[in-house]
């Protein structure tokens, strides 16, 4: 959510001899010249009854000028002089977040009480907030609050919806909003909120277009030349916020460590910040080139990748957090492409490919998606083949029945869905002394999906829910699970990798988008198309049959499994040969 600045306030005759009128119209003209004359005056002035007009213009403009050290300790003194100004409370509140201090953020915003567009504003904030701090319940209240006062805010429609999808609050976009349909809100959730509740990628679509046209403005300029450049290596760029400790990461790596050298050059432009992670180190170390991006606007980033004259480009976050589309509108290479990060359609004109493969993108479902897609011989995912090493775990250590059948996931709840979990239910009870094993992902969530677990009439003692570990610890304990269920209209796709290269069967249901249907292509590669379902009836019955009939387990599981994976996905030195054959093909030369 973009946290609006704070107008600044009308500081009348406290700045002798300027006048109101000619130190506003500096401000807002030069605000660096405005700072250093707010300065002086407070230097000589700090305490005077009308100081906190200065005080706040103050901290309003060095939070514009990227100083929020700075801004928060005038926006405090301000609130300290003039207690009852909630636009200080707002803009200190807004200056310790950015210092990533949360606690004090939220601290400043509780101390006033303001007017109803105030109130509003005051909502939205603690909000958004509450919900970056995983207080997904409160979160929920504020959000709503807002909406209340005024339900024509689609930011706050986006983080609503989707904190209601953690909580698995159902369904979520069902707001009880007067003013605002459940379809409406539906429109407004945001893209990573729509992949887990549409299964249509024509709506995906409409969902990240209104999404882009609020937030990633065209700059009408378009840097590269549309012919291309002569290069002998085809100048590769990576562009990612998702460097380091990440899903990301994981999946890649391998990748850019084979790219042929002789072919390609590979350039990483990374918005990540140091995270001290292995998995970073590995990363920047398989670039030829690390060009950190972090600070820079999305201008000043896209002009530095078309002077290093990039020949295409990679987008790897899509519409996810951390995602710099607005760099991608410059056009700052004559090929751009997205891939991996957001499995859903990005409708940015200037993104000509979504990398992809003929099982998650059909042909009778092209023509929903844009960009084109560019579709991979065999499977669109990139995987690390390289052995991890992973710790000693067995069932009982990690709270599991030893003689049960363990049905499991490891998605996150915002993935769960009502006629999903109530499948899922479905499917235990119909296996005697089955148990449903689960992430303990968010509090809310948790309690809300024991509640209808109870209300099936199950046993509370048969859904276990396991805590969140480091990734190694995570990789192996999904080898004591007997059968990974996915979940649908978005799939698992980094964690239904890692469950089959631990020897773990999933059984998936196949929808109509690349978002639900990325398993299906998992299973595919290594051969385990009779565990994609086709309906929800038909998981169900597929669940129980894999889970009670001997002679209907899936083809592959365990050690054969985890070697037909080694075989196929894991092995990415074919990845690679089939990633660059389609980049070849669609590169642009001078």
């Given at each position: ?9 009308p500081i009348g005759s406290v700045s002798p001899p300027l006048t109101a009128e000619q130190l506003v119209g500096l401000a807002e003209a030069a605000p660096a010249a405005a700072i250093e004359i707010y300065r002086r005056w407070l230097a000589l002035h700090p305490e005077r009854p009308d100081a906190w007009i200065a ?143 549409h299964d249509d990628p024509l709506r995906q679509g409409e969902v990240a277009a209104a999404w882009i046209a609020r937030h990633v403005p065209d700059p009408g300029i378009r840097l590269a030349p549309a012919g291309g450049y002569r290069h002998d290596r085809l100048r590769l760029g990576y562009l990612s916020s998702d ?348």
């Amino acid at each position: 959510m973009t946290v609006q600045p704070a107008p600044i306030l009308p500081i009348g005759s406290v700045s002798p001899p300027l006048t109101a009128e000619q130190l506003v119209g500096l401000a807002e003209a030069a605000p660096a010249a405005a700072i250093e004359i707010y300065r002086r005056w407070l230097a000589l002035h700090p305490e005077r009854p009308d100081a906190w007009i200065a005080w706040f213009n103050l901290a309003v403009l060095l939070e514009a000028a990227g100083e929020p050290q700075g801004a928060l300790g005038a926006a405090a003194t301000a609130l300290r002089q003039k207690p009852d100004l909630w636009q200080a409370a707002l803009a200190a509140g807004q200056a310790a977040e950015a210092q990533g201090d949360r606690t004090q953020a939220l601290a400043f915003l509780r101390q006033v009480l303001p007017p109803a567009e105030g109130r509003r504003q005051l909502h939205r904030q603690l909000g958004r907030m509450l919900e970056a701090e995983g207080r997904l319940a409160e979160a929920a209240e504020e959000l709503r609050a807002s909406l209340l006062l005024d339900p024509r805010q689609p930011e706050v429609v986006q983080h609503l919806v989707h904190a209601r999808q953690k909580m698995a609050a159902w369904p979520p976009a069902r707001l009880a909003v007067p003013g605002l349909t459940e379809a409406e809100a539906e429109l407004q959730c945001g893209p990573l909120a729509t992949l887990a509740l549409h299964d249509d990628p024509l709506r995906q679509g409409e969902v990240a277009a209104a999404w882009i046209a609020r937030h990633v403005p065209d700059p009408g300029i378009r840097l590269a030349p549309a012919g291309g450049y002569r290069h002998d290596r085809l100048r590769l760029g990576y562009l990612s916020s998702d460097f380091c400790r990440h899903a990301m990461s994981f999946l890649i790596a391998e990748l850019l460590e084979r790219h042929d050298r002789s072919r390609f050059e590979v350039v990483g432009y990374c918005a990540s910040p140091e995270d001290g992670s292995p998995e970073r180190a590995r990363v920047l170390a398989a670039l030829d080139r690390h060009v950190p991006i972090g600070p820079l606007s999305d201008e000043a980033a896209a002009r530095r990748i078309r002077a290093d004259e990039i020949d295409l480009l990679i987008d790897l976050n899509g519409l996810t957090r951390g995602a710099r589309p607005g760099i991608l509108r410059w056009k700052p290479a004559p090929v751009q492409a997205t891939y991996l990060g957001y499995i859903g359609p990005v409708p940015l004109p200037e993104l000509d490919w979504l990398i992809c493969d003929r099982v998650t993108v059909p042909e009778a479902e092209a023509a929903h998606y844009r960009p084109a897609p560019l579709r991979l011989e065999g499977c669109y995912q990139a995987n690390d083949g390289q052995r991890p090493l992973l710790p000693a775990v067995d069932r009982p250590g990690e709270g599991l029945p030893e003689a049960a059948f363990v049905f499991a996931c490891a998605s996150h709840f915002y993935k769960i869905t009502e006629p999903l979990f109530a499948a899922w239910c479905r499917i235990v009870a119909a296996v005697p002394g089955s148990v449903l094993w689960l992430v303990a992902d968010t509090p809310e969530g948790q309690a809300a999906l024991a509640g209808r677990w109870q209300a099936a009439g199950l046993d509370p003692h048969r859904l276990i829910f396991a805590p969140r570990v480091d990734p190694a610890r995570y990789r192996a304990r999904l080898a004591l699970a007997d059968l990974f269920l996915d979940t649908m209209p978005y799939n698992a796709g980094t964690i239904a990798s890692d469950a089959l290269r631990m020897g773990l069967p999933l059984l998936t249901l196949a929808g109509r988008t690349f978002s639900g249907r990325m398993a299906a292509s998992l299973l595919t590669a290594v051969g385990l198309e009779d565990c994609i379902a086709p309906d929800l009836e038909a998981y169900v019955a597929r669940a129980v049959a894999i889970a009670t009939d001997p002679a209907a387990a899936p083809a592959l599981t365990g050690p054969a499994l985890a070697e037909r994976w080694s075989l196929t996905l894991g092995d990415c030195r074919d990845f690679t040969r089939r990633f660059e054959a389609a980049l070849l093909s669609v590169a642009r030369r001078a």
